[in-house]
């Protein structure tokens, strides 16, 4: 097997008296203690007025798009977590697939101008394995 990514893990103890703490509190999830925390440090490292932490990428994307208004063709690719596309299909826009790079394997740029038309609101472009879209 070839590892993509390697996983990272705190030390034990600290993992364990995080996760007591939530026993405790009996809050998983959501507007917690911990997900507060993160979010008033996060906001303060990167020096953002505003940050909004939800549980995964799905969430984000579908935030992202009613934020936008969207609701026509979104162009995307279709080498990706299935996540990208039912987002989009989810907030009643429709996807358009350009096709991927063979070196990247990230939606190619040279082809996304020609799938432009009239009914195209947003480009939703994901990195894959680490390769930043270009």
């Not at 979010?39 to 303060?44: A, G, N, S, V």
């Amino acid at each position: 097997m070839i590892p993509v990514t390697k996983p990272f893990s705190p030390p034990i103890e600290e993992y364990i008296k995080l996760i007591e703490g939530v026993w405790k509190r009996n809050w998983f999830t959501n507007n917690g203690p911990l997900v507060n925390d993160l979010e008033l440090k996060l906001k303060d490292f990167l020096e953002l007025k505003h940050i909004l932490y939800v549980t995964n990428g799905t969430v984000a994307l579908q935030l992202a798009i009613k934020a936008l208004n969207l609701t026509k063709e979104i162009i995307t690719t279709p080498f990706s977590y299935v996540a990208t596309t039912s987002s989009v299909v989810w907030e009643g826009c429709k996807p358009i697939f350009v096709d991927i790079d063979r070196e990247t394997l990230n939606i190619d740029p040279n082809k996304i101008e020609s799938a432009i038309n009239n009914n195209t609101e947003a480009i939703l472009a994901t990195h894959c394995f680490g390769n930043p879209v270009m």
